[in-house]
């Protein structure tokens, strides 16, 4: 059957703020895919294994300084550092699920006062282009109260509400909200309700890529 020879994934990404639960999710999404006998695997932005990936880790684990424009396009070249991986998988009918993405990087460092969105969204045109971006909705207070946040740069209430305020400047008709503030199970239920509808989609639609 040639329509499942070219059947692709789909590109299913996860972004809010910190102690929404996306982490917690995509493992279980990729578990849940795999376990009914569908081919996906869990990608993370930035991700801290590639020479340009050891960068931000000490930038963001405060071991170093560095320009914010400069790391911005550190993060940003480490999405298209593993663009043709990435692709690779997708046409290969692996399904990706991903923990952030370009829309971290515009959120995140728009989030500085010498950043404008714009600007942090020029490098990102052209990644590919995600087939939903599932956007964790949980209030600051709520995220508070699952824990202290950690020690690395970012983790700051009052930078998270710029990061909040950002990612609404970014929805587009690509987006879903989730209501992050349900259990654990609740929310595995309604993402994955949307995910099998994602995946279906995806199958017979090209690939596209990320325009502003
Ligand atoms: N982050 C993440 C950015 O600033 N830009 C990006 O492009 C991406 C993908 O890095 F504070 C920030 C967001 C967060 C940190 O933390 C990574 P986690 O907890 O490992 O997701």
């Known amino acids: 059957n040639t329509a499942m020879l070219m059947s692709r994934g789909a590109l299913i990404v996860l972004e809010g703020c910190d102690r929404t639960g996306k982490t917690t999710q995509c493992r279980k999404i990729v578990q849940g895919l795999n376990d009914s006998g569908m081919k996906a695997k869990m990608r993370t932005f930035p991700d801290r294994s590639t020479p340009i990936g050891c960068l931000i880790d000490a930038y963001l684990k405060k071991e170093c300084e560095m320009e914010d424009h400069a790391v911005h396009l550190l993060f940003t070249a480490n999405r ?31 989030a500085k006062s010498m950043l404008d969105l714009e600007w942090c969204f ?9 087939d939903v971006v599932l956007y964790f909705d949980v209030s600051l207070h709520e995220a508070a109260k699952r824990g202290e946040y950690g020690s690395e740069r970012y983790e700051v209430r009052s930078f998270q509400e710029k990061v909040a305020a950002n990612y609404a400047w970014l929805r587009t008709e690509d987006w879903q909200v989730i209501d992050g503030s349900k259990s654990v199970d609740e929310v595995y239920k309604n993402v994955m309700s949307v995910v099998k509808s994602v995946i279906s989609k995806a199958k017979s639609r090209p690939i596209r890529y990320l325009e502003l």
Do not use: C, H, N
């Open 122 to 130: 020029q490098p990102e045109q052209g990644v590919i282009r995600p």
């Open 80 to 110: 298209w550092e593993l663009m043709p991986g990435m692709k690779k998988d997708l046409e290969a009918g692996v399904t990706l699920v991903v923990d952030r993405y370009s829309f971290s990087g515009v959120a995140f460092s728009g």
